[in-house]
């Protein structure tokens, strides 16, 4: 089992920057990837980005991509979300998440099996 805790929520203007990490504990050697997806009220639960650790992979939904930047300390088992640009609607909880599976960049919630507690990003415009 993998323990996520994640940090770095708060309230901005649009065009701002936060920049949100989570640290994981427990199993964490079989940890295969980490990632951020995000829930906004009355939607489903979307990938944001992921990291697979073995070869420093990068994902990213389009959305984000040129404002968003994801990367990881494996040595600290912690992985980071910089948000830049922010926009209204990237308004949500923001959820930490961690796969010992294989992963080979899908954006489905299921590749994932470990998840953190979530953490509110309010982007004001």
């Known amino acids: 089992q993998v323990r996520l805790v994640e940090s770095g929520g708060g309230l901005v203007q649009a065009g701002g920057s936060l920049r949100l990490s989570c640290a994981a504990s427990?199993?964490?050697?079989?940890?295969?990837?980490m990632g951020w997806f995000r829930q906004a009220p009355g939607k489903e639960r979307e990938f944001v980005a992921a990291i697979r650790w073995s070869a420093d992979f990068t994902y990213y939904t389009d959305s984000v991509k040129g404002r968003f930047t994801i990367s990881g300390d494996n040595a600290k088992n912690t992985v980071y979300l910089q948000m830049n640009s922010l926009e209204s609607e990237d308004t949500a909880v923001y959820y930490c998440?961690?796969?010992?599976?294989?992963?080979?960049?899908?954006?489905?919630?299921?590749?994932?099996?470990?998840w953190g507690q979530g953490t509110q990003v309010t982007v004001s415009s």
């Open positions: 427990g199993r964490t050697s079989s940890m295969s990837a």
């Open positions: 998440a961690a796969t010992i599976k294989y992963y080979r960049g899908s954006a489905s919630p299921s590749s994932f099996d470990s």
